[in-house]
């Protein structure tokens, strides 16, 4: 145990971030010198309001089984390269969730049944960027090569964490991205105010030192068949996300100005970055003195929030069709359940209004096509129309943030790699997998939001790990790699 008496002397304290009015004026992350360095002067002490309880409910909240009473207790000692160690052993990538996870572990924190829970992904994010800072994080080649190859597809978190593990398991492996660079959503559809993406490449530059092959600009189902794959690969790996975003099929869609947010990101990002908004030379879209919608209220609505704000729009409404939760855990969602409460993230520090409880009912355009406002409508705990709420807000540019509702299947010339391969799909139109993440298709596994569904990115490493496990046992016999979750495993609800 760290100290002792820790949480009784200690509250809860979170990392200052820069100024509101100075960090809109720049895409950088949102602390002075990033999170980790703005964490030192305070997180020896919040590692040691971690009781060491005899059941950590946070290894429950944490599909990745972080151990996380060691490490706070080692960062409390000032023993860094012990707590990289225990971080590592069961995170490929704490940069990354120590920035973007919403922290379940936290919510699951025995403390937080009574105070605030200990500031576990504070303590994460300081461990591993103090670990790249000194050096600490280095290669991890194998040490003998087992002849199988394994195609991995898609090269978001899912993707990544497979790749690494198979690597350093001794087999071959080529990781496919349709888009120019490798990343998924964590290159273009995280802006670099959440995450600069100077953390994905110095990982991405890790893992090609390891001896994973990254292919970038592939178009797996176009430019390689389902058929050449399973020839030319001993296993495969799809890890391609549910990227196929869900629609508001309400009268007025069809105007100009109404996109989906990832349209809207990955454009920003790739201007964020130096590099052209598209790849075949159209107009980027943008927020500039435009009267913003954003209708979806969660991570990717903050996301599209904060890049229209550092865009220069006259103004940004977000809409939820959800009543605003509370400030408290709900009666009906007790510990150590995720509970829905009211959460204000960076962005919305920045500016713009939250409007809940409201439903689009149509798109108003001009004269020219283009949508010039939205017609809402209050709405009861049913969802049903308020009589007498309707009213319009002005909107020149609308951005659809309302999640996303399975893999891609269809292509404009034809079956896509899901059906190419002839893979089974789930009721939910997820691709279907056993206890041991394998496809219907012998040879192919099946890791993160393709089989489980949107979900969140610690659950997507943890699926990566725990498929790489399977595949090494399917080409070798055995396995040594830690699988922590099953396929049917989901966050405790009551």
């Not at 052209?276 to 435009?290: C, E, L, N, R």
């Amino acid at each position: 145990m760290a100290d002792p008496k820790g949480f009784l002397k200690h509250g809860r304290e979170v990392a200052s971030r820069r100024d509101v009015a100075e960090r809109v004026q720049d895409w950088n992350e949102v602390y002075p010198d990033g999170i980790g360095r703005a964490l030192l002067p305070i997180i020896n002490t919040q590692a040691g309001r971690c009781m060491d309880c005899g059941i950590p409910f946070c290894h429950q909240g944490c599909p990745l089984g972080n151990i996380i009473p060691e490490w706070n207790d080692l960062v409390w000692r000032d023993d860094w390269d012990g707590a990289m160690d225990r971080l590592h052993a069961t995170n490929n990538f704490p940069e990354f969730t120590g920035r973007l996870c919403p922290a379940p572990c936290e919510t699951a924190c025995v403390l937080g049944i009574n105070q605030d829970p200990v500031t576990i992904k504070n303590v994460e994010v300081s461990i591993i960027d103090r670990a790249w800072g000194s050096g600490y994080v280095r290669p991890q080649p194998p040490e003998w090569l087992s002849g199988k190859t394994v195609a991995v597809i898609g090269s978001g978190p899912a993707g990544l964490a497979a790749a690494q593990q198979l690597t350093r398991a001794g087999h071959t492996v080529a990781v496919y991205e349709r888009a120019d660079k490798i990343g998924g959503l964590l290159r273009y559809g995280i802006p670099e105010f959440k995450m600069e993406k100077k953390h994905l490449d110095r990982r991405l530059d890790q893992m090609r030192r390891e001896g994973t092959v990254f292919r970038a600009g592939v178009d797996v189902g176009g430019d390689l068949t389902g058929d050449k794959l399973l020839d030319r690969y001993d296993a495969v790996v799809l890890a391609m996300g549910a990227t196929a975003a869900r629609d508001l099929p309400v009268p007025g869609r069809d105007l100009a100005g109404i996109h989906q947010a990832m349209e809207f990101l990955p454009q920003a990002n790739r201007v964020a970055l130096g590099e052209a908004p598209t790849s075949d030379g159209s107009d980027q879209i943008v927020a500039t003195d435009k009267d913003v919608v954003i209708i979806g209220g969660g991570d990717t609505g903050a996301d599209c929030l904060g890049t229209s704000i550092r865009q220069g729009a006259r103004s940004i409404t977000q809409l939820e069709i959800m009543p605003q939760p509370g400030e408290d855990r709900p009666a009906g969602q007790p510990w150590p359940t995720y509970p829905m409460t009211f959460r204000v993230s960076s962005a919305h520090e920045e500016g713009g209004d939250r409007v809940y409880a409201v439903s689009t009912q149509e798109f108003v355009g001009d004269d020219d096509g283009r949508v010039a406002s939205l017609r809402l409508v209050e709405v009861d705990a049913t969802f049903q129309p308020v009589e007498g709420t309707e009213r319009d807000i002005p909107a020149q540019l609308v951005l659809l943030a309302m999640g996303f509702t399975g893999p891609e299947r269809a292509r404009p010339e034809g079956p896509g790699l899901i059906d190419q391969l002839g893979v089974d799909l789930d009721e939910r139109g997820n691709v279907r997998r056993d206890a041991s993440y394998a496809a219907s298709v012998p040879g192919v596994y099946v890791a993160g939001d393709v089989g489980r569904g949107q979900s969140l990115i610690v659950w997507a490493i943890a699926e990566g790990r725990s498929a790489a496990a399977s595949v090494d046992a399917y080409l070798t016999g055995s396995t040594t790699l830690p699988s922590p979750i099953k396929p049917h495993e989901r966050p405790l609800v009551v």
